[in-house]
């Protein structure tokens, strides 16, 4: 049997769950309200109510959407919202292709998303959809040049437009075509002075810089 702190209805749970940072929920989250939170997330899961993205992390499904039974959220939505439950609201940042995705540059997610986080972590696999995996980057998070932008999910971090161009530019585990067209995209409106500050201090730099100034050269003839 589920036993629930009678404090609360279900209006104020449901509530209580969709104020959290990117709508995530984990069972350790909810030990103070519920004596088994694990049984309460999954009666939730089965009215429709949160959304099982990974082991052990929920997020609440949006009021507004069409058929809240099967919803998803997109992938790096979900990467948003593990990174949220693993290391907290916008400590972590989605980068390379993932943030070039957000910023237009590249076209659908192919079920690998890229974040970069303060500390080293294990790869995690999401549950709800078929070889999706989120890889985690471990970074200077101090270093990195990031701005906010909306998901479904609430707001997370990703990198600028300037750092998503120069991670592309050491990432030598990309398929070519994707990163060369995703490079090209961010290149045409990008600041190249910032561009050039950042690669100068980030690692990676001999690797990154001639890929840079050969895409320059390209999107300025």
Do not use: C, S
Not at 102 to 117: E, I, N, S, Y
């Amino acid at each position: 049997m589920v036993q629930v702190d009678r404090r609360e209805d279900g209006r104020h749970d449901k509530t209580r769950l969709a104020v959290r940072p990117m709508r995530t929920v984990r069972p350790a989250d909810l030990e103070q309200h519920y004596v088994n939170p694990r049984a309460v997330l999954r009666d939730r899961a089965a009215k429709g109510e949160v959304h099982k993205i990974a082991y052990g992390t929920y997020v609440a499904v949006p009021d507004d959407a069409p058929d809240q039974a099967r919803w998803r959220p997109g992938l790096e939505a979900a990467a948003a919202a593990v990174a949220t439950a693993i290391f907290g609201d916008r400590v972590a940042v989605l980068m390379g292709m993932t943030a070039a995705r957000l910023l237009g540059a590249a076209p659908r997610a192919r079920g690998h998303a890229t974040v970069a986080a303060p500390r080293r972590h294990r790869d995690v696999p999401l549950t709800d959809r078929r070889d999706a995996v989120i890889h985690f980057v471990h970074r200077d998070m101090d270093a990195v040049d990031t701005q906010p932008v909306a998901t479904e999910l609430g707001v997370t971090l990703i990198t600028t437009p300037e750092q998503t161009l120069v991670d592309l530019a050491r990432d030598r585990t990309l398929n070519k075509a994707d990163q060369h067209a995703a490079m090209l995209a961010l290149a045409r409106n990008v600041d190249w002075d910032r561009v050039a500050a950042l690669a100068a201090k980030q690692r990676g730099r001999t690797v990154a810089e001639p890929v840079l100034a050969r895409v320059r050269r390209e999107v300025q003839q």
